[in-house]
């Protein structure tokens, strides 16, 4: 099937503007991950989401960044009153959770947020 | 937290030599030690994995090995090809409980010349 797909591709927005970034996982992952790679860095981590609830928010920076993943499935990261510092390649990444099984964490090709 | 220190930031090879990239991690309970692949405006790709069970792990041209004792792991390809140019990203995390995100390391840029 289809991987993980993330729309935007690019989002450009003006400094205290609210933005929305969407990831589609790959069908049957049950786990979800936001990271956000600054140029030159590798991702950092954001949240994970097991199933609708989110199991990990310790990576948000601050109360001005929020993710829901309302049916278990897609996930929307949600930003408000953007700043410049936001600038930054949002990944989504997602794997599959159970018995057996390791973290095998596959990404989306990222949205390139840019603040001005 | 996990810290992942990785080495070298930047590596130059003349095609079909041999390239290393080398780890290490802070945190004993981590098990799982991804390496992730990324090519100029695309995501990481996974290209091999290697789980605390086992001392290393061979695909092609491609092998991982891990030194739990010394928190260490490195991946080494073989027979590199200009199409291996790409930023190479190792990571690590824990595979239960709630911490089950990946730390990465800083990147390896990696140039094969032809």
Redesign the interface.
């Known amino acids: 099937g289809a991987g993980v797909s993330q729309t935007p591709s690019n989002k450009v927005t003006e400094k205290g503007k609210y933005v929305e970034l969407r990831c589609d996982p790959i069908s049957g992952h049950t786990a979800l991950y936001w990271y956000r790679q600054s140029l030159g860095q590798g991702p950092e981590f954001l949240i994970y989401f097991q199933g609708t609830g989110a199991a990990d928010d310790s990576g948000l920076p601050n109360d001005r960044f929020f993710a829901v993943r309302p049916e278990g499935s897609v996930s929307t990261l949600k930003i408000q009153r953007t700043e410049r510092g936001d600038s930054a390649v949002y990944l989504c990444a997602s794997s599959l959770m159970g018995l057996g099984t390791y973290n095998e964490q596959f990404f989306g090709p990222g949205t390139r947020l840019t603040v001005l | 937290g996990e810290n992942?220190e990785?080495h070298p930031s930047t590596l130059s090879v003349q095609e079909g030599d041999s390239a290393v990239i080398k780890c290490t991690y802070s945190d004993s309970a981590s098990?799982?030690f991804?390496w992730?692949k990324q090519e100029l405006?695309?995501?990481?790709?996974?290209i091999i994995?290697i789980?605390s069970n086992v001392g290393e792990k061979k695909d092609q041209r491609i092998a991982v090995t891990l030194n739990k004792t010394a928190k260490h792991f490195s991946l080494h390809i073989t027979e590199t090809q200009p199409e291996d140019s790409a930023v190479y990203?190792c990571?690590a995390?824990?595979?239960s409980g709630?911490?089950?995100?990946?730390?990465?390391?800083?990147?390896t840029q990696l140039t094969v010349l032809p």
Do not use: H
């Open positions: 992942v990785q098990n799982y991804p992730y405006g695309k995501g990481p790709q996974l994995d789980r990203f990571a995390s824990r595979s709630s911490a089950r995100q990946l730390t990465f390391g800083s990147g």
